[in-house]
């Protein structure tokens, strides 16, 4: 057998290939593992280029051989999975495109660890196979490293697929298994496992030692550089690269998909006519009022101006209780059963009412693939929805009392909103008892309070939340009074159109700034986010929620049509009376998103009466006035100059925080600086030895200057044989070197190291005339080659190697 350590290094390359994999799949829930199919895959790929190749076949023959094995592996497999019978009949043969279709699907869109469904192992076998069989042709033709260089490719791109964080344990696997075959492949052809001359390993190991060890260079700084700049917050939290659709929640030709991230910038959803889905609901809840929700956004980025949703541990709906008990709804629930059935929607989350308890689907993707976040609820498949899948899903509704909300802080009195509301008859003079459950905030509920400094850095949001909530105590009525802010038709702008030409604002300008362009006008994105960020900013627990409002209900069948225009973003608040209350801070003119203070059938005009009248007291209490219910107190309409300084500071700059690139510039500058160290490195690295060697070689050390005359003409491609001597070596160089020759050859053949002043002076003159010839004989290109050559820099131990 030839190349025989080269085997065995090609197959640890392909072993670890396969042990990345299972970070990337689930366990397989019935049926044959999913691992031992690709083991079997790569077996079949290896023994099928053996057979091939000892027949003598060509590329036509190799190709066919392995297309016609590899389909009846497949047919036999997925069939298998299908029918789930050892040897499939002929008629499921119909059914395995779609299987495909999912897998593909879930490989375009789905984060890992996705269910290991049958299409999806067998697209994994398909490139473990090829890896095997590349990796057996090249060891059985004399190209060692054709079975080194693809599964080190494929790895790195598994590592970027698989969004979990690489530890050591994993970088330092593929380097010594990289290094070990390296070793391997210069053993055995030391031993003469290859049938390759002596010249033609030189050249095979010349062109392919640079790219594996640049590979290998290439694996250490984005393991390292990447930790680093998501530290420093250069690039996203979600890494450098992204495998899923940029654009949105799944997404493709003529389908709707939705930006997940709720934010104040520009990034419009169409608000199209187009039909998203269509369902069936049934329950005491009216279908017009079912909000649905794909996924919520518990964290903030400042820099960025937009909501994301943090990564949580996905569970199988058999081993969990759906949502987390701590984080249930409190109070009363309405059950609804909702048949959705999907028309336009592309997305890997399924659109259902919070919060669902059950879903049965006849659809394998939703059916075997759905898992369920217990922090919200949501349900997410590995994929994307598609037209016709159908599903029911079973949802307990909450039944929100705002009776039980307007207790103050003891429970047994109405707060002060509603008991000035209850002093004119509006509203029941005692609060309504709360649910037992109602005691104690959840564990991990301050992450739902964070905020990054940045968020706020003048302090100017933290100053209007506080003025619009003035004199208020609970967490419902700063809620209440933040979605009522919003609401008024009179301070904000509902809008989808932007003028040509026109830039963002961050949420600050966007909120105090008169003159920022679009002051106070948007969309449900903007609202959602700076409510949200408000209510932090009062130590509130929020986060914001991505999903449609009601849909219209269709005379015919009772059902309703849930459109593209439907998309939304509102707010969800944590009241530990209740749990997650919905607010809906956006002013739609269409009404299809009814506000969360008309539950307390109170006006709206009447709400902004008792709010001036609790603020007038509270700043009567403070000894400042009241100002007659002046509403620029409770909405404070900075003037240029004021804001700027963020609140009466510094007025010599109006961006609150001095110069600033934008986000895509120093994520450009970071990787400049990555690529030129790269590039500088090998240069820098021959710089400074021979600063080292010539420093050396002025206090007399001939052997520096020879040192360094050689590893040049090494990294030149010419070489220098250890059988010739230092005359001959300068013979076939240049004659300009005999110098130089003669002085090193006076202190390799003598007892002394020491020589004479005349022979280190045409030493001296020897080393910079040998060095000006040479390079005049230099191409541009030849002198960059030279520069970037890594031979001289190899260890000793690999030049001994090379020269055997």
């Avoid at 196979?129 to 033709?141: E, H």
């Avoid at 705002?402 to 008991?419: C, I, K, N, R, T």
């Avoid at 959840?442 to 003048?458: E, M, N, V």
Wanted: net charge negative; proline share 5%; glycine share 10%.
């Amino acid at each position: 057998m030839v190349f025989r350590l080269t085997w065995l290094a090609s197959l640890a390359l392909i072993g670890l290939v396969i042990l990345r994999l299972t970070r990337l799949f689930l366990p397989t829930e019935s049926g044959l593992p999913w691992q031992v199919v690709v083991v079997v895959a790569a077996a079949l790929g290896a023994t099928v280029t053996w057979a091939a190749t000892k027949a003598r076949f060509g590329v036509v023959g190799h190709t066919l051989s392995h297309a016609t094995l590899f389909l009846i592996f497949g047919f036999l497999y997925v069939g298998g999975e299908l029918s789930d019978a050892t040897f499939p009949p002929l008629d499921v043969i119909n059914d395995i495109p779609s299987e495909l279709s999912a897998g593909l699907t879930i490989f375009r869109y789905s984060a890992p660890p996705v269910a290991s469904l049958a299409g999806v192992v067998v697209l994994s076998t398909l490139m473990v196979w090829a890896l095997a069989a590349i990796a057996t042709w090249g060891l059985l033709n004399n190209s060692p490293y054709v079975a080194i260089v693809p599964p080190v490719v494929f790895y790195l791109q598994l590592a970027v697929i698989d969004r979990q964080a690489t530890g050591m344990l994993w970088t330092s696997a593929l380097l010594l298994l990289v290094g070990g075959g390296l070793a391997a492949i210069a053993a055995d052809q030391k031993s003469g496992g290859g049938h390759a001359g002596h010249g033609r390993q030189r050249a095979q190991l010349q062109a392919v030692l640079v790219p594996v060890l640049a590979i290998v260079t290439v694996t250490a700084v984005s393991v390292l550089g990447t930790r680093q700049a998501v530290e420093a917050d250069v690039v996203p939290t979600g890494g450098v690269l992204d495998w899923t659709n940029r654009s949105g929640i799944g997404g493709g030709f003529g389908s709707v998909s939705y930006n997940p991230f709720i934010d104040v910038h520009r990034s419009l959803v169409s608000n199209s006519e187009t039909p998203a889905f269509s369902a069936t609901v049934t329950g005491d809840v009216p279908p017009e009022q079912v909000y649905w929700r794909l996924l919520t956004m518990d964290s903030y980025n400042a820099e960025g101006g937009f909501w994301f949703a943090s990564r949580d541990e996905l569970e199988d709906l058999d081993e969990t209780s759906w949502e987390a008990d701590e984080y249930e709804f409190r109070g009363a629930t309405v059950p609804v059963i909702q048949d959705v059935r999907i028309s336009n929607l592309s997305s890997g989350w399924l659109p259902a009412a919070y919060s669902p308890v059950s879903i049965f689907s006849e659809k394998r993707l939703i059916a075997n693939t759905t898992r369920v976040d217990p922090i919200d609820g949501s349900l997410h498949i590995d994929g994307v929805t598609g037209r016709n899948m159908t599903y029911r899903i079973q949802s307990l509704v909450p039944a929100v009392d705002s009776q039980v909300l307007a207790a103050d802080s003891s429970g047994e009195s109405l707060s002060p909103l509603f008991a000035a509301a209850a002093s004119d008859g509006q509203f029941p003079p005692v609060p309504a008892p709360a649910p037992a459950l109602a005691l104690g905030e959840p564990d991990g509920l301050d992450k739902y309070r964070d905020l990054s400094r940045d968020a706020d850095p003048t302090g100017s949001l933290r100053e209007l939340a506080e003025r619009l909530t003035l004199g208020l105590e609970t967490d419902y009525e700063k809620a209440l009074a933040l979605e009522h802010f919003f609401r008024d038709p009179e301070l904000f702008n509902y809008s989808t159109t932007i003028a040509p030409g026109e830039r963002d604002s961050d949420l600050t300008e966007w909120l105090l700034d008169p003159l920022s362009p679009g002051h106070r006008e948007g969309y449900c994105e903007q609202f959602s986010a700076s409510m949200g960020v408000l209510a932090r900013l009062l130590d509130i627990p929020t986060r914001t929620v991505l999903g449609f409002t009601p849909g219209e209900v269709q005379q015919e069948d009772g059902s309703i049509l849930v459109r593209d225009r439907n998309a939304h973003a509102w707010v969800e608040v944590w009241l530990s009376a209740q749990g997650w209350v919905r607010f809906d801070p956006t002013p739609r003119g269409d009404g299809v998103n009814p506000t969360t203070f008309h539950e307390t059938e109170l006006s709206a005009l009447e709400l902004e009466g008792y709010f001036t009248e609790l603020e007038e007291a509270a700043l009567a209490a403070q000894g400042q006035g009241g100002g007659g219910g002046d509403v620029t107190v409770r909405d404070p309409n900075f003037d240029t100059e004021r804001f700027a300084g963020g609140g009466g500071g510094d007025t010599t700059t109006n961006d609150g925080g001095g110069f600033s690139l934008p986000g895509w510039a120093t994520q450009a500058a970071f990787w400049l600086v990555v690529v030129a160290i790269a590039l500088g490195a090998v240069p820098a690295i021959k710089r400074r030895r021979r600063r080292r060697r010539i420093r050396r070689f002025e206090d007399g050390d001939v052997a520096a200057a020879w040192a360094e005359i050689v590893d040049r003409l090494i990294d030149s491609g010419v070489g220098v044989s250890q059988a010739d001597t230092p005359d001959e070596v300068a013979t076939s160089t240049d004659a300009a070197m005999h110098p130089l020759a003669e002085a090193y050859g006076e202190v390799v053949y003598s007892d002394g190291h020491e020589i004479a002043s005349e022979s280190h002076q045409a030493a001296v003159a020897s080393l910079t005339a040998t060095e000006q010839s040479l390079r005049s004989r230099e191409s541009g290109w030849q002198r960059i080659r030279r520069i970037y050559r890594v031979r001289s820099l190899l260890p000793d131990w690999i030049k001994r190697i090379r020269k055997r």
